[in-house]
């Protein structure tokens, strides 16, 4: 096994671990947007491209953008940096 495919099983394992750890929503999202992002370079790896493509897209793009949307909707975003001192 290369020192690539370790650090990105290594990377996916911490982002896994860290998102149910994490109280804050932004700090999650982001978390789930690297985690997309990892995925999309396994894919890569695995040569399945089109998974990749596709991870890339809806995974890190559309739904990340989705839940910021979502986020800023119910003001949890706003809420955390007025709590935060």
């Keep these: ?3 690539l495919k370790i650090a990105l099983l290594a990377g996916l394992i911490v ?3 860290s ?3 994490t109280k804050k929503l932004l700090t ?3 978390i789930y947007l690297s985690y997309s992002t990892i995925m999309a370079v396994v894919w890569v790896l695995l040569q ?3 998974l990749a493509i596709t991870e890339a897209a809806v995974g890190a793009g ?3 953008i989705l839940f910021f ?3 800023k909707k ?3 975003v706003d809420e955390e940096e007025e709590h935060e001192p």
Excluded: E, K, Y
Aim: proline share 4%.
């Design 1 to 3: 096994m290369s020192i």
């Design 15 to 17: 982002c896994a671990v």
């Design 19 to 21: 998102v149910s750890f």
């Design 28 to 30: 999650a999202l982001i």
């Design 48 to 50: 399945s491209p089109d």
């Design 62 to 64: 559309i739904t990340g």
């Design 69 to 71: 949307v979502t986020l």
């Design 74 to 76: 119910i003001r949890a």
